[in-house]
Structures are given as structure tokens and as C-alpha cells.
């Protein structure tokens, strides 16, 4: 006779142990690497602007100048031809391979990604570090998964563990920056992922500190706690910011159609604005950048209403046309800072109509830059949480809340999208199944009010290219049967060729569509 196991008996299980270890490993390599990346681009803007006063005091200096920005912008075009997955800010591949949909090198995107990053965003152009510092995060996660021949879900959650490091060096928000893998990018609160992700992200946390300080990204100090009173107010900028919110996605989308119209390569399209940028660099060299100056300065001397209205129109337009020309660099911080501006529109109309008083105007600054990210990414949770750690406060908590609520509900009956899938769809096209002989794992979770909910598994007539092998519900896992009842809140483990994940993906989310 066989002896039975006793009952009770423990093993060690090392799974998410090797997990947080790798994502330590991930976070260190890719903080390191994004840290480097910030500090060249904040001293690269920092020359540029020094060369604009240079040449107010020696006029004949713009010559030269001019061929060279004209230079750098033909070389971060062949970049981008050589490689055109650095276009843009990163977010839509790296969310794309997550998802399945596309892939490429690590090795060639990670290098010309940090090159052209810092040749562009450290030029002036109204461009954001924050996408391409996930993207390199992620990449460098691809690199390490490689070396360490991890593959299907352990390779995902070192590129999403990459991911959630490079955000957090960028913005010194290691918990905002896991949740904005799990929200906006990953789309899947999986225990493996979210532990790697935010593993990693402390430790690249760590790393940035030591290159640029404790003090918060976005420190604003402000006088008083926004009184009960003024809530009504939290509504009308919510309302604000959602209308503009949906304006800036639909704006952003076209832009590559705009480019198209233009008899030049597309690789070319960065000769745009690199030479519109001359001009604003020598009138205005303050607001050269992706905007966190620009929030300071306006949340320290906050200009008059049509002073920050001019402002405001210049950024709008400048952003998205550096944007639209597929120059490798984000629209994460450029968001946040028209939101600051469009906070301190909002307040300073509401001080000269009486209805606020003007000490608190920097409340509403720090208001707005939630609510805006929220309207545009659609992810509430993140905005809320990356500007309390970027301002360094717990106090705003509920006016965060607020606003970043209402201007999502704005742009959600107006019919925007999240604005990093809807440039995902762009990149991609739909493709049919295929096979490679490698199994891979697919998780879907079952949301409150789907069509899945509270039915049994045989009630569904499943992909073919797919099996349902296990339901994972809370701490353990069910071995479904087809009378397994599925119920809100579990996660829906199944099999596939790795390169049907995500045809597979799309047809299960039919089955799962939430009902109105």
C-alpha cells in the first residue's frame, strides 16, 4: 500500500519569492537606466535654454543653431525608421505586448529609445519623459526575462515589472506607478504580476532617489485644506476638465492624419517641431519642456486669467503637434501640466466672479492634474494616487477624488476612450489565429454584471483555440467542470498557442462584455 501524505503538511512554495527577487533585480537595471535618462534630459534643457539666451545677446547664433536642430531631427527620424517601435511614448507597445499583440527586440528599441528620447524631450519639445521611461523599464524587463530564459506569464511580469520601475523613476511614485501597469496597461490585478511590479518599482524608486533627492516631483505648497464649502466648485472643474479632457484625446488621434498630408517621409515628420520650436524657445524659454517648471512656476505666481489662457493654447497645440510627429516621447506629463493650467484657469475665473477665495488657487492646480489624467487615461485610481505621492500629501485625498470621478464620468458619456488603447489600435492590426506550438497562459477576470456572471462553464461555447483549466477565486484555484458556476470576482485561467493570446483574448471578452 502506498503511504498517504500526512494531513496538514506544508511545503514552501517559492513562487512569489523568485518573483519579487527578479522584479529587484528589473527595478535596480531599469532605475539606474531611467534615472540616467532624467538627469540627461533635465541638463539638456537646461543648455538649450542657456543657448537661447545666448542668442538674444548674439542674434547672428540662430544660423547655427538652426542647422543644428535641423540635424538632430533628420538622426531622431532615422532612429525612428530603423526602429519604428520607439515612436511615440512607449505605453501603447509596451501594453500591446503585454497583451499579445505585437513584439519586437529589446536590444535595438532600448538604445534608441534612450537616445532619441533625450535628443527630443532635452530639445524643448512639449514632450514627457514618462512614456519612454516605461518603455525602457519594460524593455529592460524583455532583456532580463531573455537572459534569465523566462517565458509566457514569468516573461510578462519582468516587462511589467520594467514597466511599473520606469515610472517610478521618472516620478518618484512607486505605488501610483503599480497601479497604473495594473489599470491602464496590464488591464489584470494577477497576484505574480502585481507583486514583480511593485518589487521592482521600490527598488527603482530607491535608486532615483538617491540621483535626485527626497523632495517630491510636484512639491506645491498650499495654505489651507479645501474647505466643505467649496466642493461645488470640485464639481464645475471636473465637468472643466472632462470637456477638455475629451477635446485633447480627439485631437491627439487625428494629429498622425494631419502629419500625413505633408509631402515629406514620415520619418521626417520631427522636422516639424523641432523647427517650431525655435521661435517659442527664444520668446518664451521657460516654458520649453514637458511641463513640470511650468506647473511649479504657475502653482508659485500664478498669472492673470488670459495670461494663463495664452499659456494654456500654446501648450495644447505645441503638445500635440510634438506629439503627432512620432518623435520618441510621451503625452503623460504634458497631460498633467495642462491639467495644472486648466486648474488655475478654472480657479481664477471662480476668484474674479467672487465665488473662491484666491488663496486657494494652488489647491485647485493640484485638483486639476488628477482629474485631467483621469478624464483622458480613464484610470482614476492612478491619477489619485501619482498625485498625492508626486505632490508629497495625504490632504487631498477626497477633492482628488472628486474631480478625478467627475471628469472621468465626463469624458465616458462623451465617448472618449483611454487614450494609450486608443493609440494601441492604431499600431495594430487584427490578426487571424496561428499557431506555434507553445502553450501559453491567458487570465480573465470576471467583473461584477457580466454576461459570465453566475453562469455555469458548459453555458458558453468557449474559443476553439482555447481551454478553460483552472478558475482562481481569491487565494485558491477551482478545477473547473462544465457545471462550475462562475461568479463576479474570479479569474478565468486558460490555455492557448502563446500566439493566439490575444485573438483568444478578443473573442472572451465578447463572451464577457459587461451588461448594461
Known sequence: MQKQPKSGKRHLDFTRLGA???????????????????????????????????????????????????????????????????????????????????????????????????????????????????????????????????????????????????????????????????????????????????????????????????VPVLHIPYGQNLPLSQYGNLIGLGVFLGVFGYLYQNVTLTMPSWYAKLRIPSWLDGLVPFLLVIPIGLLWPQLLGGGNAVILNIASVTPALLGLIGIFVLRFVFSTISYGSGLPGGIFLPILSLGAILGAIYAQAMVGLGWMPASFVPNFIIFAMAGYFAGIGKAPFTAILLITEMVGTLHHLMPLAVVSMTAFLVVDLLGGAPIYEALLEKLIRPRLPEHCGIQDRLEVPVFEGSKLEGHQVRDFKWPEESLLIAVRRGERQVIPHGDTLMRAGDTLIILTDRNNRAWVNHQIKHLSEVTP
Open 20 to 214: 519579487i527577487g527578479r522584479g529587484l533585480l528589473v527595478g535596480l537595471l531599469s532605475g539606474i537606466v531611467v534615472s540616467i535618462f532624467r538627469f540627461c534630459i533635465e541638463y539638456g534643457l537646461k543648455f538649450v535654454q542657456w543657448v537661447y539666451g545666448q542668442i538674444h545677446q548674439t542674434p547672428g547664433l540662430i544660423i547655427p543653431w538652426l542647422v543644428v536642430s535641423v540635424v538632430v531631427a533628420v538622426f531622431v527620424g532615422l532612429l525612428v525608421k530603423q526602429s519604428p517601435d520607439i515612436k511615440g511614448s512607449g505605453i501603447p507597445q509596451v501594453e500591446g505586448q503585454l497583451a499579445g499583440e505585437l513584439d519586437y527586440a529589446w536590444w535595438p528599441v532600448l538604445w534608441r529609445k534612450f537616445v532619441g528620447g533625450i535628443l527630443g524631450i532635452g530639445s524643448g519639445l512639449f514632450l514627457g519623459r514618462e512614456g519612454p521611461s516605461i518603455q525602457l523599464g519594460a524593455t529592460i524587463g524583455q532583456g532580463v526575462a531573455g537572459k534569465l530564459k523566462q517565458t509566457g506569464a514569468d516573461r510578462r511580469s519582468l516587462i511589467a515589472g520594467g514597466a511599473a520601475a520606469g515610472l517610478s523613476a521618472a516620478f518618484n511614485a512607486p505605488i501610483a506607478s503599480t497601479l497604473f501597469v495594473l489599470e491602464e496597461v496590464y488591464h489584470n490585478f494577477s497576484p505574480i504580476i502585481w507583486t514583480t511590479a511593485l518589487a521592482s518599482a521600490i527598488a527603482s524608486n530607491f535608486v532615483s532617489l538617491n540621483f535626485f533627492g527626497l
